[in-house]
């Protein structure tokens, strides 16, 4: 298998319009290869893989896949039991998974991959956009979109940026020359058993960087720092109290943040980035590094952040309709939550902010149930409405709910209520919310289907 571009030419690809996949799919394209795959139902994605050529299937079923097929790939999401897969397995038609894919193209490339519990997905997009911004211009495939730009990119520089996902270990089928830490903490507990657990993985994955490469992570966080100790290749770190590479003097404004860049005790200069907050600050610190790290010129990876777009879903403005903010994120981990809300008072320090947060998965409201109830402490009302089920058993269903979240938010000193539908929230919040209000959706789920509804009965 590790010769993936010489053995294989028409590659069928199973689940093609997630986001790894079909950004995966076009690079494998721009290499020559013919690509096809298919997918339930017709999205953007497919839509944009149409476009470039790319013959898509509506629907899974043994007929798309034909005898001279070279390689299956399936999405992460697609069960063994797939038709495709097991016409596929039948055939003897060779079979992997996403990431083992992402694995093996990035063999043929310099890797760079953004791990971490926390910020991978504004990360890796900072350093694509830098990248491309200066002329370096990579391939990448990310968990986000850029805005203006998309999840995935095809570029000429022999670079690959890719967000390098920790549930399952997944990102442990990449071997990159720079490897990113941005944090880690306690998260993905329906798979992992403890902190110790992750942190042995985020050490696997420290292993797995190319002899001669370079890990970067953010040194404040202790984990981090106990990692870069151990790990056999050169490191460099980041933080606001430790690091080679740290930011001082640093102003959050209502339009973003800004700071001196400091590299081994030397000013390199100022940076100004329009994302908000304190945690966008480290994000910018690490797409230095990596700028450091590749020869690229300060003055240039400064403009770049400078002109950073922002991130589809990451503290998003979706609507600005009288006098009232509207905006979309996709947090769904307390320390996430915690770092948007600040990021949000310091945009908008005197306004009511009213959160919609859809917890996802129930295993995970439940293990971090005191941490989520806790988040909230720099809002002024939290509307939950029920959980969002996926990859939980039905068992785990029955150990938690959405009422008993709300209720330990209360407890917290936070107003809180249970609106289980999402017409109902809105409904809610056409009665309750008044000119001057910040109201935000937070969830890795549809939870941001809220705020469309909600701007959508404004302007009616």
């Not at 953004?114 to 997009?125: I, Y």
């Amino acid at each position: 298998m590790a010769e993936i571009l010489d053995r294989f030419n028409r590659i069928h690809i199973i689940g093609i319009g997630g986001s790894g996949t079909s950004g995966l799919a076009k690079i494998l394209k721009a290499l020559g290869k013919s690509i096809q795959g298919s997918d339930l139902k017709q999205g953007p994605q497919t839509k944009n893989l149409e476009s470039l050529g790319i013959k898509i299937f509506y629907g899974h079923v043994s007929e798309n896949i034909s005898r001279d097929i070279d390689l299956v790939i399936r999405s992460q999401a697609v069960n063994y039991d797939n038709p495709e897969y097991c016409t596929a397995r039948n055939m003897g038609i060779p079979v992997i998974n996403y990431p083992k894919a992402l694995g093996l193209l990035m063999r043929e490339k310099k890797g760079i991959a953004v791990s971490g519990t926390h910020g991978k997905t504004t990360t890796s997009a900072m350093i694509a956009f830098m990248l491309k911004y200066v002329n370096h211009n990579p391939d990448f495939v990310i968990g986000g979109e850029i805005c203006g730009i998309g999840n995935s990119g095809v570029g000429n520089s022999g670079l690959l940026v890719v967000e390098a996902c920790e549930y399952k270990r997944s990102f442990l089928n990449l071997e990159p020359e720079i490897g990113v830490i941005t944090a880690i903490e306690e998260d993905h507990l329906d798979y992992y058993r403890d902190i110790k657990d992750i942190q042995d993985a985020f050490e696997n994955f420290s292993e797995r960087i190319m002899p001669g490469g370079t890990l970067i992570g953010m040194s404040d966080d202790p984990a981090v720092a106990d990692v870069m100790k151990k790990c056999g290749v050169m490191s460099i770190g980041y933080g606001l109290k430790s690091g080679n590479i740290r930011a001082k003097n640093i102003n959050l404004l209502e339009d973003g943040n800004r700071f001196d860049c400091f590299y081994n005790g030397e000013l390199l200069g100022g940076i100004f980035c329009s994302a908000w907050g304190i945690h966008n600050v480290l994000n910018a610190l690490a797409v230095i590094s990596v700028g450091i790290t590749l020869g690229i010129p300060f003055s240039d990876i400064a403009e770049a952040l400078k002109e950073f777009p922002g991130v589809f879903r990451r503290s998003q403005i979706i609507g600005k309709v009288n006098g009232i903010v509207i905006i979309d994120d996709y947090g769904h981990h307390p320390t996430e939550i915690v770092a948007t809300l600040k990021g949000l008072r310091q945009r908008f320090p005197s306004r009511r902010i009213i959160v919609v947060f859809q917890p996802h998965q129930y295993s995970r409201t439940r293990f971090l149930l005191k941490d989520f109830a806790s988040s909230f402490n720099l809002c002024d009302e939290v509307i939950v409405p029920d959980i969002y089920f996926v990859r939980d058993s039905e068992n785990e269903r029955k150990l938690i709910n959405s009422e008993i979240l709300v209720e330990e938010i209360q407890n917290q000193g936070t107003k809180a209520k249970y609106i289980p539908e999402f017409d109902e929230i809105v409904k809610y919040l056409v009665k309750n919310i008044s000119r001057g209000d910040v109201v935000i959706t937070i969830g890795a789920g549809p939870v941001y289907e809220v705020g469309l509804r909600f701007k959508t009965a404004l302007e009616g």
